[in-house]
């Protein structure tokens, strides 16, 4: 991912995938499948955020370090 339209779409629509599985694991808190699910996606957000500050600056003002100022 090159583009930095298309990683930030990814990070949102993987961010909306995380909080449905925490809806879910809500109501279903031994399901085994989905908390796995939930951990590999939020590896993958962290990673896709990570790249995405290095490369264009913070996503929210939480994102913001003296390196990257918001």
Known sequence: MNNKHELKN?????????????????????????????KKINKTIESLKYDYIKKYGPICASDSSEEAPF
């Open 10 to 38: 990814k990070i949102h629509a993987l961010d909306f995938a995380i909080h449905e599985l925490v809806l879910f694991l809500d109501t279903h808190p031994c399901d085994e499948e989905a908390l796995a699910m939930y």
